[in-house]
C-alpha cells in the first residue's frame, strides 16, 4: 500500500475538478517574488542530496539551467479546496449533474476497457470513473503548470520542502526515464499530472502500460490512466465486490461523533438505533464500517468500510473520498436525484457548475471583467461577488451560494 499523498488540483480538478478546478485559478494572496540566487544555491544543494542520487548529470543540467522559481505557487498550498470549502460547497460542484451525466457517458464509452482492468486490479469501474471526472473533468482539465518548475519551487520555498524535494526527484526520474515527453510533464502547482492526476512518486510505484504501446502513459492514453488508477486502489486493499459504503439515519438524539477508522459489524449499528436513509434495516451482508459524520450529527451520515479508505488514500480528504464515493454510486445507477436523503445543515446550499455559471454570466452583466464563465470560482469572481455582497447589503465574504445567487437574480442589471 502507498503511503504518498495525494496533491491535486482539486478545485483545480473541483475541488478541484472536482473542483478540481479552483486551484488552477489565481487566488487572492499576492504571490511573492523569489530570489533566482537563493533559488540557484538550493538547487545545487539538492543535487547533491541522497533523495537526487539517481538523477544524471546531463538530466540534471538539461532541466534545472536557467530554470526559474514560480511565486504564484505559494499561496496555493494553503487553499486547498479539499479542507477550506464547506462540505456542501465542495460536494456541489464536484458531483453535480453535469458530471454525474458525463460520468455515465464515459462509463458506457469506455467499458470494455473498464471490464478488463476491473478483471485484473478487481476495482469497481464506476470508482474508476469516478476518480478520473473528480481528478481531471474525465480529461478535460489536467493542469498547464510545467511539473519541473512548480515542483522545484516547491522544494526550496514555502512548507514541506521535504516532500516536494521526493516529488521533484520522481518527476525528473521519470523525464531521464523517458516515460512521459518533457512537453507533457505538466499539471496542477502541487505537481500532479495526467488524466487521473498522478504525483511523480505515485507514479513511479504504480503506473502501467495497459494499452501495451510501450510506454505508462497517463497523460494520452485514457486506459493507462484508468488502468493505473484501478493499479493504486488495489495495492490500497481494495476489496472486490464489497460496497464503499451507504447513507444511514440516525436515531433522533443521537450522540455519537465521526469515527471512520473505527469500525463495527451490522449487528453493532443496528444496535446503535442506525438505518438506512430511508429507514429500513442495514443490509445483513455488510461490511464492517465506520460512522462518517461529515458536519456532525445534524447533516448527512454515513458508515463507510475498506474500500472508501482506498478511495481517500488517493487524495487524504474525507469530502474527497466522500464525493468519489457518491458519484460511482451515481453513475452506476439511473436515477436523478445527485443529493443525499438528509440535507446538509445550512439554509444556503453550495451551486452547481451550471449554477456557478449563470452567477458569473449575472455578474458580467452588471460589468464585471471575469472572464469567460467557467463554473470555477476564481479571484475575479470572488472581487466581483463581494463587490456586489457589498452593495447589496449582504456578508461580503466572496462566496457563491444560492442566496448570493437569488438576490442577483432579482436585481435588475446595472453596470457597476
Not at 487553499?79 to 460547497?89: G, H, R, S, V, Y
Not at 493542469?143 to 526527484?169: D, H, I, K, M, W
Request: overall charge neutral; charged content about 15%; proline content about 6%.
Amino acid at each position: 500500500m502507498l503511503n504518498t499523498q495525494h496533491l491535486t488540483l482539486s478545485l483545480a480538478s473541483l475541488l478541484i475538478a472536482a473542483c478540481l478546478a479552483p486551484a488552477t485559478h489565481a487566488q487572492d494572496a499576492i504571490a511573492p517574488i523569489l530570489s533566482q540566487t537563493e533559488f540557484n544555491q538550493c538547487l545545487t544543494g539538492l543535487q547533491h542530496s541522497s533523495d537526487f542520487a539517481r538523477i544524471s548529470n546531463d538530466t540534471w543540467k538539461q532541466y534545472t539551467t536557467n530554470l526559474a522559481p514560480d511565486g504564484s505557487i505559494l499561496p496555493l498550498l494553503d487553499k486547498q479546496p479539499e479542507f477550506t470549502l464547506p462540505a456542501w460547497d465542495y460536494m456541489a460542484m464536484l458531483v453535480d449533474k453535469e458530471r454525474v451525466a458525463d460520468g455515465r457517458a464515459a462509463y458506457q464509452q469506455w467499458l470494455p476497457v473498464l471490464r478488463q482492468i476491473q478483471s485484473r486490479y478487481g476495482v469497481d469501474p464506476a470508482i474508476v470513473v469516478s476518480v478520473w471526472g473528480v481528478e481531471s473533468n474525465f480529461g478535460k482539465i489536467t493542469g498547464g503548470r510545467p511539473l519541473v518548475q512548480s515542483l522545484g519551487t516547491l522544494s526550496c520555498f514555502g512548507r514541506r520542502q521535504a516532500y516536494f524535494r521526493t516529488e521533484f526527484a520522481a518527476a525528473l526520474q521519470i523525464l531521464q526515464n523517458g516515460d512521459i515527453a518533457p512537453d507533457k510533464l505538466n499539471g496542477s502547482w502541487a505537481g500532479a499530472f495526467g488524466q487521473t492526476q498522478f504525483m511523480p512518486s505515485t507514479f513511479l510505484h504504480t503506473a502501467v502500460d495497459f494499452d501495451g504501446d510501450g510506454h505508462r502513459d497517463v497523460v494520452g492514453s485514457v486506459p493507462d490512466a484508468l488502468a493505473s488508477t484501478a493499479n493504486f486502489l488495489h495495492q490500497a486493499g481494495y476489496r472486490t465486490g464489497e460496497p464503499w459504503g451507504l447513507e444511514v439515519k440516525l436515531p433522533a438524539g443521537y450522540a455519537g461523533s465521526s469515527a471512520r477508522k473505527n469500525k463495527h459489524d451490522v449487528a453493532y449499528w443496528t444496535a446503535q438505533g442506525i438505518t438506512q436513509a430511508n429507514g429500513k434495516p442495514l443490509p445483513s451482508n455488510l461490511p464492517d464500517t465506520g460512522l462518517l459524520l461529515p458536519t456532525g450529527t445534524q447533516g448527512p451520515a454515513f458508515l463507510t468500510g475498506k474500500n472508501f479508505d482506498t478511495i481517500y488514500s488517493y487524495n487524504a480528504s474525507e469530502n474527497y473520498a466522500l464525493a468519489i464515493a457518491q458519484l460511482s454510486t451515481l453513475v452506476g445507477s439511473h436515477g436523478d436525484n445527485i443529493g443525499f436523503v438528509t440535507p446538509w445543515p445550512t439554509d444556503d446550499p453550495g451551486l452547481s457548475r451550471a449554477k456557478n455559471r449563470e452567477l458569473q454570466t449575472l455578474l458580467q452583466a452588471r460589468g464585471y471583467d471575469i472572464g469567460t464563465p467557467d463554473g470555477l470560482i476564481g479571484a475575479k469572481t470572488r472581487v466581483a461577488i463581494r463587490a456586489e455582497q457589498g452593495r447589496l447589503g449582504m456578508p461580503v465574504d466572496g462566496r457563491a451560494g444560492q442566496k448570493f445567487l437569488t438576490a442577483l437574480r432579482a436585481q435588475p442589471s446595472t453596470t457597476h
